[in-house]
C-alpha cells in the first residue's frame, strides 16, 4: 500500500474541479483522460436543505494493485520505495488490460499516443519534496497530501471543536 | 533559462496574483501567489486552464482584416504596420468629417482602462464605457445614494463576519479565490451563511439556510425584514442615531410591508423572515447582507440594492469588522497611487456622452462608466448624435448588451468597427479590423492599484514572449494614436516605459514588485473610527432619504410593485455564472470547453411534465426578440416560475471551433430593458416560452 494519502475536506471542497485541471495541464494531455475527476452527486434535499457531494477520484495506489498484476508488458508498476503506482510509458502497448482489471477506473485513455495514463501522485514532484499538482493549487486547499495519520486528524479537530464543552468539563 | 514570474492571473476579471514558472522560454507551472494571505499558492479552474489558452493555437494569431460581408469569417492577415494604418487613417477621417464624439470605445474595465480613456479624451470623444454598468451600474448608483461611495471604493470583511446573508451571490462558483477561502475560513469559524436564489446551485448546498425565493421579489423580502427590525428594535440604535438620515421616512413607509405581505410576495414563510431578522439581529454589527456583484436583474434593481444597504446600515455593519467597509487608498497611509494617463489636460468636450449619463436625461448613472446598453439605441436613432466608429477592447457588446439581433442592426450602421482581444470573440468576427492582444502571460500591464483595508500595488508581469504576432492593448492603443496625431499623449514606446513612468513619485520601483508581486502601503488593516466616519453625502450620513435621488426627483421609498408574474406557460429566463467559464471569453479554451461544452436550460420537473419535456431533451426557448435551441435539464431545484441558463454560450465565430454554435446566447433572448434609475440592464425582465423541439 501506498504510504501516502491524499485525503479530501468534502466539508469544504465547492466541486470546482480545478484539480482536475492542474493535473492534466501538469501532465500535458489532450482531451479524454483525466487522472483525478470530481464527481458531483446531489444536490438533493435532506432536512429542507440542498446537499451536494464531490467525489475526489484520483487513483487509490492499491496493496495489491489489479493493474499491476494484469498488465502483461510490466509497463504498470508499483514502486517499491513508496507503493506508488505509475505507468512506465515505453513499456505501454495500449491494450487496456489495465482500463479492465481496475475496479474504479483509475486508469484512463490517451487518444493521442494509444497509451494509458494514470494519478502518479506527480510523483516528479513528490520526489522534488512538492505535493501533487492537484493538491498544490486546490482553490479551498480541500485536498491535503501526506501521510495518512496526519490526514485524519482534520476531522477529529474539527469533531472535538464541535462537541467541546467548557461547563461540563467530565465530558 | 528558468526563472519564477509574480504576476497577475487574467482567465477572469478578478486578477489574482499567480507565480508563472519559466521553463526554457515556455510557461511551465502557474500557481496562486504563496507570498499573499488568502491566495497560499490557490488556483481556480479558470486560472488553471492558464497554459491551456496560452498554447491554444485557435486564438488570434496577427492583425486581420475584413475581406467579405461584416460577420461572414473572410480575412486577411495584415502586418502591424498596415492594420494600424488602416485604422489610424479612417479614424482621423471620422473624426475630422463628424467629429471626436462619433467613436465610441467599450471595454472590460482592466488594468489599461486609463489608456483606453485617454485614447478617446485625446480625441475629443466622451464615449468611453465599460461593462460596469451590464454588470452592476445600478449597485454604484445605491451606493452612491447612501453612502456617497461607489461600490468600487466598498469592500466585504468576510473573515470576522458571523452571519452572512447572500442574495443570488453564487460565492462559491463565481471563485474569487481570495473571497472563497476568507468564508470558508469564516464558516469553520462558526459564521452562519443564509442563501436567497430561486435556484439550488454550491453556494446553496453550503448554507445553514437556504429560501427559494420567488424569481424577483427579493425586495419584497427586504421589506419584511426591515419592518421587522425596525417593528421589533432589532438594529443598533446608537449607530443608526448617529449615521442614518431618514430613518422616521423609512419607519413609515415600511409599516404596511410586514412578513405576512413579503410571504405572499416571496412565497418565503412570515415565520422564518422573523427568525432569520432576529437572529442575525443578534449578531450586530458583525454581519453582512452582501449587497452583490452582478446586480442587472430587474428595473427596479437601485430600490433592491439600495434595500440591502439599509439592512447594512440598520446592523451597524458598515465601517464594522465582519461587516462591509470603505477602501482605503494610499493616502491613508501617506502614500501616492501610481500615476495614470488620464491625469494630463486634455481638450475640453462640449457635447454629451451617447448614454446621456450624467444629463438630466439620465442624470444618476456613473460617467465614468457608463451606460453600454443604451449604445444601440444611440446609433440606430443617432441620437444624441451619429456615431460612426467603435472599437471593442475586450468587451463584446453583441453577447453581453441584450437583444442582440438589435445590437447587431446598430452595428450595422458603424462605418468602423475594430476589435482588440486575444480570441474570435463574436465581436471580432462581427468587425472590419482585428487587433490581437498578447494574453495575460505574454504581457506587463499597467499598475493595480489595489485599495482595500490595506491599501497596496500589485504588476502583471510578461512571464514569457509573445507565441504570435499579438501586442499589449496599451501599445496598440499608442500606436493607432501616433497615426490620428494625438500620440502626445502616450508618453512610452513600451510597457516598461509606462509602468516606469506611473510608479514615478509612489517611492517604489520596478524592483520592489520582484520579491513577491505586490507592494504595500502599509502593515495594518485600516478601519475607521465608528465615531467619525467620513460618509460622502451631503449631510454626511447615511442617507435613507437620498438627496442624490430626490435632487434628479426620483423618490427615496416608491411604493412597492409586483413583479408581473409569467403568463400560462411563460417563464422568467434568469442567468448566472459558472466556475468553468468567465462571461462570454472562455467558452473555447480547451481545458474549460473540455469540462463544459455548452449550457442547459434548467426547468423545474413539475412544469417540464405538463410540457412533456424530458431531462436532456432539445427544447426551443422564445422571446420578445429571438429564439434558439438548447438542452434541458429538468430538476426540483428551481422555482417553478423560471428557467435558468448560464450567460455565455451560443458563440458564432466559426473559428473558435470548439466552442462554435454550442449551447444558447442568453442576450439572443433577453430584452434591452434596463434600470432608469440605477443605469443596470433588468436581464431577469424578461419572459420566455419552452417548447419541446
Known sequence: MSQYYLFQDSKKCIGCHACEIQCKTNKDLPEGPKPCQIIQVGPKFINNLPKMSFIFMPCFHCENPWCVSACPTGAMQQRASDGIVFVQKDLCVGCKTCVSACPWGAPQWNPDTGKVEKCDYCKDRVDQGLEPACVTTCTTGCLKFGKVEEMTQIRRQRHAESVASFENSSF | ?693
Not at chain 2, 509 to 522: H, I, L, M
Not at chain 2, 567 to 579: E, I, P, S
Not at chain 2, 634 to 646: C, G, K, S, W, Y
Open chain 2, 1 to 693: 533559462m528558468d526563472k519564477d514570474v509574480f504576476s497577475l492571473c487574467f482567465m477572469c476579471s478578478v486578477r489574482c496574483p499567480i507565480k508563472v514558472s519559466v521553463k526554457d522560454g515556455h510557461v511551465d507551472w502557474i500557481q496562486g501567489n504563496p507570498h499573499v494571505a488568502g491566495i497560499d499558492g490557490r488556483l481556480c479552474p479558470r486560472g488553471s486552464a492558464g497554459k491551456s489558452l496560452l498554447y491554444d493555437d485557435q486564438r488570434l494569431q496577427s492583425p486581420l482584416i475584413r475581406v467579405g460581408d461584416r460577420g461572414s469569417g473572410n480575412w486577411r492577415k495584415a502586418s502591424w504596420d498596415e492594420a494600424l494604418d488602416y485604422v489610424g487613417s479612417r479614424l482621423k477621417e471620422i473624426k475630422e468629417d463628424h467629429g471626436g464624439h462619433a467613436i465610441a470605445l467599450g471595454e472590460r474595465t482592466q488594468l489599461a482602462t486609463h489608456v483606453s480613456k485617454t485614447f478617446l479624451k485625446a480625441l475629443g470623444s466622451p464615449n468611453h464605457f465599460t461593462h460596469d454598468a451590464l454588470c452592476k451600474g445600478s449597485m454604484n448608483t445605491a451606493c452612491r445614494s447612501m453612502f456617497g461611495y461607489t461600490d468600487g471604493q466598498m469592500g466585504i470583511n468576510y473573515a470576522n463576519t458571523k452571519h452572512i446573508v447572500l442574495y443570488g451571490r453564487n460565492i462559491f462558483e463565481s471563485i474569487n479565490v481570495k473571497e472563497v477561502n476568507t468564508l470558508m475560513d469564516a464558516l469553520e469559524k462558526g459564521a452562519k451563511l443564509t442563501y436567497i436564489d430561486p435556484r439550488v446551485n454550491v453556494t446553496a448546498s453550503k448554507a445553514h439556510r437556504y429560501w427559494m425565493i420567488r424569481p424577483g421579489t427579493d425586495l419584497a423580502l427586504n421589506y419584511g425584514l426591515i419592518h421587522v427590525i425596525l417593528k421589533e428594535r432589532l438594529y443598533d440604535a446608537w449607530y443608526v442615531d448617529k449615521w442614518v438620515h431618514g430613518l422616521t421616512a423609512l419607519q413609515d413607509f415600511i409599516k404596511e410591508y410586514t412578513p405576512e405581505w413579503a410571504e405572499s410576495q416571496t412565497g418565503i414563510p412570515a415565520g422564518e423572515i422573523r427568525t432569520l431578522a432576529r437572529e442575525i439581529s443578534r449578531e450586530k454589527p458583525a454581519v453582512i447582507f452582501h449587497y452583490g456583484y452582478r446586480c442587472a436583474s430587474h428595473q427596479n434593481e437601485i430600490y433592491m440594492r439600495r434595500s440591502i444597504l439599509m439592512l447594512n446600515a440598520l446592523m451597524g455593519s458598515v465601517e464594522a469588522k465582519g461587516g462591509i467597509f470603505f477602501k482605503k487608498g494610499p493616502g491613508a497611509e501617506g502614500g501616492k497611487p501610481a500615476r495614470k494617463l488620464v491625469e494630463q489636460t486634455f481638450p475640453k468636450i462640449e457635447v454629451p456622452r451617447f448614454d446621456k449619463a450624467g444629463t438630466p436625461d439620465f442624470p444618476l448613472p456613473d460617467p465614468a462608466h457608463g451606460v453600454a446598453q443604451i449604445l444601440p439605441h444611440a446609433i440606430l436613432n443617432e441620437d444624441p448624435y451619429p456615431i460612426k466608429a467603435l472599437i471593442n477592447f475586450r468587451l463584446d457588446p453583441l453577447m453581453s448588451i441584450a437583444d442582440t439581433n438589435n445590437t447587431k442592426k446598430a452595428l450595422d450602421k458603424l462605418d468602423l468597427i475594430v476589435t482588440i482581444d486575444i480570441n474570435y470573440s463574436d465581436i471580432a468576427w462581427y468587425s472590419d479590423v482585428i487587433l490581437p492582444e498578447s494574453t495575460y502571460l505574454e504581457r506587463t500591464d499597467c499598475i493595480q492599484q489595489m485599495n482595500g483595508l490595506k491599501p497596496m500595488m500589485f504588476l502583471r508581469e510578461k512571464a514569457v514572449e509573445p507565441r504570435y504576432d499579438t501586442l499589449e492593448g496599451a501599445v496598440i492603443l499608442k500606436r493607432i494614436a501616433d497615426r490620428i496625431g494625438t500620440g502626445d499623449y502616450f508618453p512610452y514606446e513600451t510597457m516598461d516605459e509606462l509602468v516606469d513612468w506611473q510608479l514615478e513619485g509612489t517611492g517604489f520601483t520596478r524592483e520592489d514588485f520582484a520579491k513577491k508581486g505586490f507592494v504595500s502601503y502599509g502593515k495594518s488593516p485600516i478601519f475607521w473610527d465608528r465615531n467619525d466616519i467620513p460618509f460622502k453625502t451631503p449631510s454626511g450620513k447615511i442617507e435613507f432619504k437620498s438627496s442624490l435621488l430626490e435632487d434628479a426627483g426620483f423618490p427615496s421609498f416608491p411604493p412597492y410593485e409586483s413583479p408581473a408574474a409569467p403568463l400560462d406557460k411563460q417563464f422568467r429566463l434568469v442567468v448566472g455564472r459558472t466556475g468553468l467559464h468567465t462571461h462570454v471569453s472562455t467558452q473555447n479554451v480547451p481545458y474549460l470547453n473540455e469540462l463544459m461544452k455548452e449550457n442547459r436550460l434548467w426547468i423545474n420537473s413539475t412544469k417540464a411534465a405538463d410540457l412533456g419535456i424530458s431531462d436532456g431533451a432539445v427544447v426551443e426557448v422564445t422571446s420578445a426578440c429571438g429564439k434558439g435551441r438548447i438542452k434541458a435539464f429538468v430538476t426540483d431545484l428551481i422555482h417553478p416560475e423560471a428557467v435558468f441558463m448560464v450567460h455565455g454560450f451560443g458563440h458564432e465565430a466559426k473559428l473558435a471551433k470548439r466552442s462554435y454554435n454550442r449551447g444558447l446566447s442568453d442576450a439572443l433572448l433577453q430584452k434591452n430593458v434596463y434600470d432608469k434609475v440605477g443605469g443596470s440592464p433588468a436581464y431577469h425582465d424578461t419572459f420566455v416560452t419552452v417548447t419541446p423541439v
